[in-house]
Every structure is written in structure tokens, then in C-alpha cells.
């Protein structure tokens, strides 16, 4: 049998269910976070619930447990789902009211939900790199939250998986902004250049992971709006998100990076990120 977290209480997976009149379900009114697990241990758990807390605030939710409270029923989730190697996801909405754009009274309890999903990690493409496409950013302006509303990262993912290619890289007009799940680097001369973390992106906890990597090993870093012309001129292209670690990209609307090869800079990078997750979680 497996489990999930409904309200502050772990019970049967099967029974988790939700209202019709939760807003989540009918406003997409709630944040998430997804975090990954190694060995059975989450791998930085405390920069996922600071985020959390973030998301939800900056849309008036606050949280009805404490953040460690939080923290121990994963734990605790984790060892009843026996869970080693996957993610949890766990997301909060404003809860169940009548159907009201308008927020609900007071007295409305947020409903907060969470459960495991087993993952390996993408072996293959780790190695050999992922095809993606551009696409323009069509979405909101407060990409920082990390809402529930997904419309537009589902669009653009989409329009990627019926070309054949793992993501879909997202400009607003001539700057990158980053994937629909993930965030996007390029490497020129050396240096590693990623958008600024600011209201047209998410904050990766991955991307801080990277950032604090290349400060630490002496790696020049750059976080900057860049351009389409510069994406097409990078020495390397990668993308970071929770599940796909540090990515090579090794192709952009069907042409080459790099002659189709992960390049230095990132296989270095990734290296280093597996050694952070071994001291966090153990050996891989
Ligand atoms: N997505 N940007 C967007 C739009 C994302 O959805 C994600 C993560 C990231 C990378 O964030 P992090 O390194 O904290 O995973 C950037 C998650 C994994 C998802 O929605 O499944």
C-alpha cells in the first residue's frame, strides 16, 4: 500500500482526494514544489520549504503546519513509501469555498497535499545530451511563484513533445528566459551565463545548487539576460531542473550544438553535482 499527506496526516493513497470546489482543482489557486530524493533522503529540503513558504506568501496562503512539521511527515512518507529514489510532490491551495474569484473568508483552511512517485535518474541523457525547441514565452509575469498554473510551461511542453525533443527553451521576443520545466544556461569563453533570477523565471533550487558550484570551483559566472543570437553562438547549452540534474543540450530547432556533443564546462559541472548530492545523500 502506499501513502500520501492530506491536511497534516498521512493516509491510504487511495483515499487523498480532493473536493470539486478545492481552488486548486477549479482556479489552479495554489503552489507547488517537487523534490527529489536520493538513498531515501531528500536532496536540499530546507531550500525547497523556504521556496514553498515563498510561493505560497507571495499569493496570501499561509502554510497550516509548520515547515517542520512539514519536513517530518516527508520524512516520514518517505520511509512508509519505502521510497529510494524518485520525488515528492507536494502543492497548496487556498482550499475549498463556493466558486469566487475573490479569495475566501478567513476561516478557509488551505488544503495541503503530498506524495511520492518513484524516478531514476535520466541516465542515458545525462550522457548523451537532449534535443529541445524555442518557442516564445507567452506567460504571466510573476514566473517566480511556483504556481499551479501551468498553462503556458504545458503548451510550450508540448509543442516540444510533438517535435520529438526533451524541452522547449522560452524567449520574450529576443531573450531567453528559461525551459518550461527547467532553467537554461550557455557557456561562451569559459563563462557559464543563465537568466537572473527575477520575476520572468523560477529560482531554481537546482540553478543555485550549479551557481554555488562554479563559485566554489573557481567557474566565471554571468547571470544576465542573453539573446537567441548568443544561444546560437554558445560553446554549450545546458538545462537544470530537479529531476533533470545538469542537462546537456546537444540540439535547438533541429541544429547542432557543439556538433552535437556535451562540452566540457557541463560535464564538469555535472561531475561536481553528483559529488553535492553524494555528501547530501550518499553515494549514487
Ligand atoms: N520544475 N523553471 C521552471 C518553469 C520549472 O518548472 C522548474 C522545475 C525549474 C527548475 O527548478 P528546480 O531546479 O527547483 O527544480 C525552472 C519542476 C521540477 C516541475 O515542475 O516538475
Not at 73 to 79: A, F, G, H, M, T
Not at 222 to 247: H, I, K, N, W
Not at 256 to 265: C, E, M, T, Y
Request: hydrophobic share 40%; with cysteine; glycine share 8%.
Amino acid at each position: 500500500m502506499k501513502f500520501a499527506i492530506l491536511n497534516g496526516t498521512i493516509i491510504d493513497r487511495s483515499e487523498a482526494k480532493v473536493d470539486v470546489e478545492d481552488r486548486g482543482y477549479q482556479f489552479g489557486d495554489g503552489v507547488y514544489e517537487v523534490i527529489r530524493v536520493y538513498n531515501g533522503k531528500m536532496f536540499t529540503p530546507e531550500e525547497h520549504m523556504e521556496r514553498f513558504v515563498k510561493s505560497s506568501n507571495s499569493i496570501g496562503i499561509s502554510l497550516p503546519i509548520t515547515t517542520e512539521h512539514i519536513t517530518q511527515l516527508l520524512e516520514e512518507l518517505i520511509d512508509k513509501n519505502n521510497l529510494q529514489l524518485g520525488t515528492i510532490y507536494m502543492q497548496i491551495t487556498r482550499g475549498v469555498a463556493a466558486r469566487n474569484h475573490a479569495f475566501p473568508t478567513e476561516e478557509t483552511v488551505p488544503s495541503l497535499v503530498a506524495y511520492t512517485k518513484e524516478v531514476g535518474r535520466p541516465a542515458e541523457s545525462l550522457k548523451i545530451g537532449v534535443k529541445t525547441i524555442l518557442t516564445e514565452d507567452i506567460r504571466w509575469l510573476r514566473c517566480d511563484i511556483k504556481s499551479l498554473n501551468l498553462l503556458g510551461n504545458l503548451l510550450a511542453k508540448q509543442k516540444a513533445a510533438e517535435a520529438g525533443a526533451f524541452e522547449a527553451i522560452q524567449h520574450r521576443g529576443q531573450d531567453v528566459t528559461e525551459g518550461s520545466s527547467s532553467n537554461i544556461y550557455i557557456v561562451k569563453n569559459g563563462t557559464v551565463v543563465t537568466h537572473q533570477s527575477n520575476n520572468l523565471i523560477l529560482k531554481g533550487i537546482t540553478k543555485d545548487v550549479i551557481l554555488d558550484l562554479c563559485l566554489k570551483n573557481n567557474i566565471p559566472v554571468e547571470e544576465r539576460t542573453f539573446t537567441l543570437d548568443e544561444l546560437a553562438l554558445a560553446d554549450e547549452v545546458f538545462m537544470s531542473s530537479t529531476t533533470a540534474e545538469v542537462m546537456p543540450i546537444i540540439e535547438i530547432d533541429g541544429k547542432k550544438v557543439r556538433a552535437g556533443l556535451p562540452g566540457p564546462v557541463t560535464i564538469n559541472l555535472q561531475e561536481l553535482f553528483v559529488k553535492e548530492i553524494e555528501k547530501q545523500c550518499g553515494n549514487l
